[in-house]
């Protein structure tokens, strides 16, 4: 079925009057294959970048089926459950559900770590229809007894593999054991590993799988650099970028979280007033720091990977890396922060001699060569520690030693002469 516009679904008509509000005239792909076949009651497996309009894809046939309903949701239980890996992406995901059922008679509450229980647990206990929650604080109220999902028959797991990734296995399978045994479900992910399949496998009743690429207008748009220089003069040549001339909304992604926090500082000193926000900051300061950067009073954001995924600030101009990712992959969410929506964005990466490795690891994924290949250059990244599962309630990252923070000068190494790049062969 190929629909247009957004009436051609049959959503109902609150639905339709805020999308139009929204300016959401034309669905994107892989709202028009999902929001159809949930209306008909189906199961969704979504494979699917960020950036690709998910959250409208299961929002809205959610909030179709709850305004078709009847009555309130029962004392201590939820019609509609949504999962999401960190508290940034639960809180935009509420604030989307907002827009969408603007005026219309639907509750939503959020639960998630770092902030008091005490209204979370006031929303739950007089039911509420859609609940938004990253998995920690939500086993918390279930074992507590708060929170009840058998009543639950509308579930979504968002970004299904990077909440595995942070360990949410367990607490996932949890919370799935829980819910009501005929509910519709959707699992959207970016990527589909054996873990997330083997979930999917077990969570969904004949799915129809949804893939769609990135869209291919937003990737070019995204002019990608990466400079060599020795680990000391990345703080210089970061202040040089950002006081350049159109370089406006900018997020700089630190390695670590005590990276993060030294460069924020470092930027203040230098004179460029910055909001850091990372995953050991109490959620109210994440959620201000996001905020000042949204709104625009402060316009650099330095960030851990915490923000490299899911999160939609528009007109962000510039992407920097400071320090190159532990996991190649996450290049390519951190720049998605930038060219979203067809804007144009810069990607910029500084790299340290002792980086290398990661940028070549980047660079094989992306396909494109980012930097010259240097004679003599170290092959190997430096092995990487797995991070360890959360404790139940604890939040993603928490507690987890840096190893060295981002900003601390490099290992000295020989100098070496370099030699002009040999002509590599372009990556696939
Ligand atoms: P994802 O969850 O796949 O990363 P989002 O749901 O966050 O994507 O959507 C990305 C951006 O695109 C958001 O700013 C959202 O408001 C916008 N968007 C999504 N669908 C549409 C649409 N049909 N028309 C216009 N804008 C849209
Ligand atoms: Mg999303």
Do not use: W
């Amino acid at each position: 079925m190929t629909t247009e516009d957004f009436s051609g679904f049959g959503l109902a008509e609150p639905l339709i009057s805020a999308l139009q509000k929204a300016k959401f005239t034309e669905p994107t792909p892989i709202q028009q294959q999902a929001i159809p076949a949930q209306l008909e009651g189906r199961d969704i497996l979504g494979v699917a970048q960020t950036g690709t309009g998910k959250t409208a894809a299961f929002g809205l046939p959610i909030l179709h089926h709850i305004l078709g309903m009847q009555g309130r949701a029962t004392p201590g239980c939820c019609r509609a459950l949504v999962l999401a890996p960190t508290r940034e992406l639960a809180v935009q995901i509420k604030d989307n559900f907002r827009v969408f059922a603007d005026g219309a008679p639907v509750s939503t509450a959020l639960i998630l770590g770092g902030v008091a229980r005490s209204g979370q647990v006031r929303a739950v206990k007089r039911g509420v229809d859609v609940i938004i929650a990253t998995p920690g604080r939500l086993i918390d109220l279930m074992d507590d007894g708060v929170v009840h999902l058998d009543e639950t028959r509308f579930v979504v797991l968002d970004e299904a593999d990077r909440m595995l990734d942070m360990g949410f296995v367990q607490p996932v399978r949890k919370i799935v054991a829980a819910l009501h045994p005929k509910r519709q479900s959707a699992l959207f992910s970016a990527t589909m590993p054996p873990e997330v399949r083997s979930l999917a496998e077990s969570f969904l009743k004949d799915p129809l799988r949804v893939e769609v690429a990135p869209q291919a207008t937003v990737i070019p748009k995204i002019e990608q650099r990466a400079e060599l220089l020795d680990g000391p003069a990345k703080r210089g040549r970061l202040r040089d970028i950002l006081n350049g001339e159109g370089v406006e909304r900018t997020i700089v992604f630190a390695r670590t979280k005590r990276g993060a926090d030294r460069l924020g500082q470092n930027l203040v000193r230098d004179g460029i007033p910055a909001e850091v926000i990372h995953g050991n900051k109490m959620q109210n300061a994440r959620q201000k720091a996001l905020g000042k950067f949204r709104q625009g009073i402060v316009k650099t954001l330095v960030a851990t990977d915490i923000v490299a995924r899911g999160i939609d600030v528009p007109g962000i101009t510039h992407v920097i890396n400071y320090d190159l990712p532990d996991e190649a992959e996450n290049y390519v969410h951190r720049i998605g922060r930038t060219g979203r929506n067809g804007a144009e964005g810069v990607a910029i990466t500084l790299c340290a001699k002792d980086e290398l490795p990661k940028l070549r690891a980047v660079e094989k994924i992306i396909g494109t060569e980012l930097i010259p290949r240097v004679a003599g250059e170290p092959t190997k990244a430096k092995p990487r520690k797995r991070p360890g599962r959360p404790q139940r309630s604890a939040q993603p990252g928490a507690g987890r030693k840096p190893k060295q923070a981002a900003g601390d000068a490099p290992p000295k190494r020989n100098r070496r002469r370099r030699k002009p790049a040999r002509p590599s062969a372009q990556a696939r």
